[in-house]
């Protein structure tokens, strides 16, 4: 397993404004997610963090709107760019270390926009 | 494409009744099948996993076996707790390396 920290754990933010969520494991891992769970929604996977180089997105996900970066395998930010109330809802990094076996979460972080 | 299909909640049940979560797959090969818990206000956390057709998944009391003549993984515990109260997803991660998670389903334990 690992163990992931995730920060902030919640905000409340305007919008119009953005939000970086930071995503740290305690060892190194192959492969970081990020996912969005909507209100009482599953989770949906918005890219795939790559070690030095760009993130492979989902469909119905873009670079502007969700910047990513992995400066190593350690570490991964998430920013939230340009909020409007709909993009309130917990994001949560994941990792694994080998592709196509279990991935483990952290925490999530709870934004709110208003 | 892959997906997975759960049955829908919310499931309410007594303490020390049975539980069973319908879960059905649709991938092709041979997919690595999960479930996940996800706690009042916390993250997802892997309860159980089977990795190739016939195994048996278990943890905490919670059992699932990987059944791919009915492409099913079903979720089952013979006597749940008020502290068993949280959502459930099944998952599944296929050829694309990538989890495909089910709609997830509420399980509401009451004393």
């Known amino acids: 397993s690992a163990v992931i920290s995730q920060k902030p754990s919640r905000d409340i933010c305007q919008r119009g404004t953005s939000l970086t969520i930071q995503c740290q494991v305690d060892?190194?891992?192959?492969?970081m997610f990020w996912y969005r769970q909507q209100p009482g929604q599953s989770l949906t996977l918005i890219a795939t963090?790559?070690?030095?180089?760009?993130?492979?997105?989902e469909s119905g996900f873009v670079i502007d709107k969700f910047p990513i970066s992995r400066p190593n395998l350690t570490f991964s930010t998430l920013t939230v760019s340009n909020m409007s109330p709909e993009d309130s809802s917990i994001y949560l990094c994941?990792?694994?270390?080998?592709?196509?076996?279990?991935?483990?979460f952290g925490p999530g972080t709870r934004l709110t926009v208003t | 494409g892959d997906s997975v299909t759960q049955m829908e909640g919310p499931v309410t049940l007594s303490e020390e009744a049975c539980l069973t979560i319908?879960?059905?797959?649709?991938?092709?090969?041979?997919?690595?099948l999960f479930w996940y818990v996800q706690y009042p206000g916390e993250g997802l956390q892997l309860l159980l996993k089977?990795?190739?057709?016939?195994d048996k998944g278990s943890n905490k009391g919670f059992e699932a076996t990987y059944r791919k003549e009915t492409t099913s993984f079903h979720l089952e515990k013979g006597s749940v707790q008020v502290s068993d109260s949280a959502v459930y997803f099944c998952?599944?991660?296929?050829?694309?390396?990538?989890?495909?998670f089910g709609q997830g389903t509420t399980l509401q334990v009451k004393p």
């Open positions: 060892s190194q891992v192959t492969m």
């Open positions: 319908n879960c059905t797959y649709t991938a092709t090969g041979y997919p690595s």
């Open positions: 089977a990795t190739k057709a016939d």
């Open positions: 998952a599944l991660n296929g050829n694309t390396g990538k989890l495909i």
């Open positions: 963090a790559n070690q030095g180089s760009e993130a492979t997105y």
């Open positions: 994941s990792v694994s270390r080998i592709a196509g076996y279990e991935q483990y």
